[in-house]
């Protein structure tokens, strides 16, 4: 299996300490930092998560950093501030005529519209493979139409929804995540075990490479795809931070 994973990525900083007062100066809380981890994120942890799956992947992404910085109290798992550095910098996809997309198995866009690709480009990325899934925070449209799946998540999808709702491509496209509730695909709906949550950051990512994964590997069962998606995410969320599959 050969998985090409196309959109911007970033550095996903998590710094753990203790906070145990708040400054004499002002009402905010006292950090003090003990340890930090670092991984790849939005594009970059899709394509991690497809190497921990053990697939051959590759990665078409931002030569310009993004960087996401998380204070996290070590004890309560509490996030106290994101810092976000990078996104004015970010470059545009070049060259995509020349990309050999069909030395691929599938195609897996991440975007999350930070200046990587534009409508246009995704519009004709999808029209170079026939096995093409959508992750992006963009509002839907007629662009999206040659695309085979699309995930969004249900903030996205209320946000979106009275753009597309009469498209005749609406319903066979779109899967739509929804947190502790699991997930909707047409009339289809999937639940999820109930798990103590830690961490949300980056299960979308592992839902997405986790759906493209099994529907490759079942020959396009996308309700199977689905339900191994649900459960991969699951995983991951019951762990601290950003993190991938271990298989």
């Known amino acids: 299996m050969k998985i090409l994973v196309i959109g911007d990525s970033c550095k996903d900083i998590f710094i753990y300490g ?11 809380p006292v950090f003090v930092p003990e340890y930090h981890r670092e991984n790849r994120g939005m594009a970059g942890n899709v394509y991690e998560n497809m190497l921990s799956l053990k697939v051959e992947a590759a990665l078409l992404t931002n030569t310009s950093e993004i960087s996401k910085t998380r204070y ?23 060259n995509i005529e020349s990309y050999p997309y069909c030395d691929y198995d599938a195609i897996i866009i991440s975007d999350y519209d930070k200046g ?26 007629d662009w999206v139409k040659h695309v085979n799946f699309i995930k969004i998540n249900e ?19 779109l899967i739509v995540t929804r947190g502790s509730k699991g997930c909707s695909y047409g009339d289809n709906t999937f639940s999820v075990r109930n798990v103590e949550i830690k961490d949300l950051t980056g299960a979308g990512d592992t839902f997405l490479s986790a759906l493209v994964y099994q529907y490759v590997a079942s020959e396009g069962d996308i309700l199977s795809a689905i339900g191994f998606a649900n459960e991969c995410a699951t995983l991951v969320v019951q762990q601290k931070g950003v993190n991938t599959l271990n298989v």
């Open 18 to 28: 203790t906070c145990d007062r708040l400054a004499p100066a002002a009402p905010v």
């Open 72 to 94: 996290v109290e070590k004890k309560t798992n509490h996030m106290l501030v994101r810092i976000d550095s990078g996104e004015e910098k970010i470059d545009r996809i070049e």
């Open 116 to 141: 990587f690709l534009l409508e246009e480009d995704i519009e004709y990325i999808s029209q170079q493979h026939q096995t093409v899934f959508l992750d992006t925070k963009k509002l839907l449209g």
């Open 155 to 173: 903030v996205e999808h209320q946000q979106t929804h009275h753009l597309i709702k009469d498209k005749d491509w609406y319903r066979r496209k």
